[in-house]
């Protein structure tokens, strides 16, 4: 039941999830998850997300980004917020300065 309702996530990731690819990555996950939403890099180092689908597949999501060899994700904090019942694609945004 859970999957049939749109959750959205807000997620910080943090470690080294910067110059690696994370956001093309991320993109990648999500659109084979049939996830929408958009990811981008803080100035900080961190890199923000919002991901909305079911919760197992936000779930699969996050897990698989963690997986990936290239990307070290030390903590990543996860927030619900309210779905964008507009939102149909996933997509790459610029740094936020």
């Not at 956001?23 to 958009?38: C, D, E, H, P, Q």
């Not at 996050?62 to 927030?79: A, W």
């Amino acid at each position: 039941m859970e999957d049939r309702v749109p959750t959205r996530w807000h997620i910080l990731f943090e470690g080294d999830v910067q110059f690696v690819g994370f956001r093309y990555t991320a993109r990648l996950i999500a659109r084979k998850l049939a996830l929408s939403g958009w990811v981008r890099n803080l100035e900080d180092g961190r890199v923000e997300a919002e991901v909305q689908g079911g919760v197992t597949d936000l779930r699969r999501f996050v897990l698989q980004l963690k997986s990936q060899p290239h990307i070290r994700i030390t903590h990543c904090t996860i927030t619900v917020i309210e779905p964008d019942p507009g939102e149909r694609r996933f997509s790459v945004r610029d740094t936020v300065e």
